[in-house]
Protein backbone atom coordinates (compact mmCIF):
# COMPACT_ATOMS: atom_id res chain seq x y z
CA UNK A 1 0.00 0.00 0.00
CA UNK A 2 1.60 3.84 -1.08
CA UNK A 3 1.05 6.44 1.45
CA UNK A 4 -2.15 6.68 3.52
CA UNK A 5 -2.95 10.33 1.41
CA UNK A 6 -5.36 11.22 -0.97
CA UNK A 7 -2.76 13.53 -2.64
CA UNK A 8 -0.05 11.98 -5.33
CA UNK A 9 3.46 12.46 -5.09
CA UNK A 10 4.10 15.38 -7.44
CA UNK A 11 6.74 13.82 -9.84
CA UNK A 12 9.16 15.97 -11.76
CA UNK A 13 8.61 16.18 -15.56
CA UNK A 14 11.44 14.47 -15.71
CA UNK A 15 9.69 11.21 -14.48
CA UNK A 16 6.30 11.04 -16.47
CA UNK A 17 5.86 8.82 -19.19
CA UNK A 18 6.88 9.66 -22.48
CA UNK A 19 6.27 6.42 -23.72
CA UNK A 20 2.58 4.70 -24.54
CA UNK A 21 0.86 4.67 -21.34
CA UNK A 22 -0.10 1.42 -18.95
CA UNK A 23 -3.35 -0.02 -19.42
CA UNK A 24 -3.82 -0.96 -15.99
CA UNK A 25 -6.42 -2.77 -13.47
CA UNK A 26 -6.63 -2.29 -9.70
CA UNK A 27 -8.45 -4.57 -7.57
CA UNK A 28 -8.65 -3.15 -4.09
CA UNK A 29 -11.31 -3.04 -1.71
CA UNK A 30 -9.85 -0.67 0.95
CA UNK A 31 -10.94 3.02 -0.40
CA UNK A 32 -7.98 4.79 0.56
CA UNK A 33 -5.47 2.55 -1.00
CA UNK A 34 -7.56 2.31 -4.40
CA UNK A 35 -7.89 5.77 -4.90
CA UNK A 36 -3.95 6.73 -3.86
CA UNK A 37 -2.70 3.97 -6.48
CA UNK A 38 -5.49 4.97 -9.48
CA UNK A 39 -4.32 8.54 -8.90
CA UNK A 40 -0.55 7.61 -8.75
CA UNK A 41 -0.78 5.49 -12.07
CA UNK A 42 -2.56 8.50 -13.29
CA UNK A 43 -0.46 11.10 -12.71
CA UNK A 44 2.40 8.86 -14.50
CA UNK A 45 0.16 8.97 -17.35
CA UNK A 46 -1.48 5.89 -17.61
CA UNK A 47 -4.76 4.35 -18.13
CA UNK A 48 -6.13 3.03 -14.87
CA UNK A 49 -9.51 0.57 -14.51
CA UNK A 50 -10.60 -0.42 -10.71
CA UNK A 51 -12.66 -2.88 -9.38
CA UNK A 52 -13.69 -2.80 -5.26
CA UNK A 53 -14.02 -6.59 -5.31
CA UNK A 54 -13.68 -9.74 -7.08
CA UNK A 55 -16.91 -10.06 -8.56
CA UNK A 56 -16.92 -6.44 -10.42
CA UNK A 57 -13.12 -7.49 -11.43
CA UNK A 58 -14.77 -10.96 -12.98
CA UNK A 59 -17.63 -8.96 -14.76
CA UNK A 60 -14.88 -6.26 -16.35
CA UNK A 61 -11.10 -8.30 -16.99
CA UNK A 62 -12.33 -10.65 -19.41
CA UNK A 63 -12.77 -8.18 -22.28
CA UNK A 64 -10.83 -5.39 -20.62
CA UNK A 65 -7.67 -4.29 -22.39
CA UNK A 66 -5.07 -4.22 -20.03
CA UNK A 67 -1.18 -4.72 -19.56
CA UNK A 68 -1.02 -4.69 -16.06
CA UNK A 69 -3.27 -5.96 -13.29
CA UNK A 70 -2.42 -5.07 -9.56
CA UNK A 71 -4.59 -7.02 -6.78
CA UNK A 72 -5.04 -6.86 -3.45
CA UNK A 73 -5.20 -11.47 -2.08
CA UNK A 74 -7.84 -9.83 0.44
CA UNK A 75 -11.19 -9.23 -1.13
CA UNK A 76 -14.29 -9.00 0.27
CA UNK A 77 -15.72 -11.43 -2.03
CA UNK A 78 -12.97 -13.89 -2.16
CA UNK A 79 -9.27 -13.39 -2.60
CA UNK A 80 -6.36 -12.54 -5.45
CA UNK A 81 -5.80 -16.40 -5.60
CA UNK A 82 -9.13 -17.53 -6.70
CA UNK A 83 -9.49 -14.39 -9.11
CA UNK A 84 -6.46 -15.27 -10.72
CA UNK A 85 -7.80 -18.77 -11.00
CA UNK A 86 -11.15 -17.59 -12.40
CA UNK A 87 -9.20 -15.55 -14.95
CA UNK A 88 -7.69 -18.66 -16.35
CA UNK A 89 -4.45 -19.17 -17.71
CA UNK A 90 -4.82 -17.18 -21.08
CA UNK A 91 -4.03 -14.01 -19.53
CA UNK A 92 -1.54 -12.19 -22.03
CA UNK A 93 -1.33 -9.29 -19.23
CA UNK A 94 1.43 -9.05 -16.69
CA UNK A 95 -0.25 -9.86 -12.82
CA UNK A 96 1.14 -8.32 -9.38
CA UNK A 97 -0.45 -9.44 -6.03
CA UNK A 98 -0.50 -6.77 -3.15
CA UNK A 99 -1.11 -8.21 0.42
CA UNK A 100 -0.44 -7.73 4.30
CA UNK A 101 0.99 -11.06 4.30
CA UNK A 102 4.71 -11.67 3.08
CA UNK A 103 5.35 -14.96 4.39
CA UNK A 104 7.19 -17.62 2.30
CA UNK A 105 4.15 -19.64 1.35
CA UNK A 106 2.12 -16.49 0.63
CA UNK A 107 4.26 -15.74 -2.06
CA UNK A 108 4.72 -19.16 -3.30
CA UNK A 109 0.70 -19.45 -3.75
CA UNK A 110 1.06 -16.03 -5.36
CA UNK A 111 3.76 -17.57 -8.09
CA UNK A 112 1.60 -20.51 -8.72
CA UNK A 113 -1.68 -18.81 -9.66
CA UNK A 114 -0.03 -16.49 -11.83
CA UNK A 115 1.05 -13.19 -10.40
CA UNK A 116 4.62 -12.23 -11.08
CA UNK A 117 5.09 -10.54 -8.20
CA UNK A 118 3.74 -10.31 -4.48
CA UNK A 119 4.29 -6.89 -2.72
CA UNK A 120 3.94 -6.89 0.64
CA UNK A 121 1.81 -3.59 1.77
CA UNK A 122 2.93 -1.29 2.70
CA UNK A 123 5.18 -0.69 0.05
CA UNK A 124 6.41 2.39 -1.64
CA UNK A 125 6.71 3.92 -4.79
CA UNK A 126 10.21 2.84 -5.48
CA UNK A 127 9.35 -0.90 -5.08
CA UNK A 128 6.58 -0.59 -6.91
CA UNK A 129 8.29 1.62 -10.15
CA UNK A 130 10.34 -0.78 -11.47
CA UNK A 131 7.91 -3.49 -11.57
CA UNK A 132 5.50 -0.66 -13.87
CA UNK A 133 8.82 -0.60 -15.82
CA UNK A 134 9.00 -3.98 -16.45
CA UNK A 135 5.28 -4.27 -17.49
CA UNK A 136 5.60 -1.09 -19.37
CA UNK A 137 8.45 -3.19 -21.30
CA UNK A 138 5.91 -6.46 -21.89
CA UNK A 139 3.20 -3.93 -23.00
CA UNK A 140 5.63 -2.61 -25.61
CA UNK A 141 6.99 -5.56 -26.42
CA UNK A 142 3.14 -7.43 -26.62
CA UNK A 143 1.81 -4.86 -28.78
CA UNK A 144 4.76 -4.91 -31.36
CA UNK A 145 3.83 -8.46 -32.08
CA UNK A 146 0.44 -7.72 -32.23
Known sequence: ???????????????????????????????????????????????????????TALGALPTAEIDLLISDIGLPDGDGWELMRQLGPNRTYMAIAMSGCGANADKARSRSVGYRHH??????????????EEARKLAIARRAQS
Open 119 to 132: LIKPFLPDELDPIL
Open 1 to 55: MLPSTTDPIALPASEKVTTPPLRVFIVENHADTLLYMQRYLEQMGNKVRVAPDMT
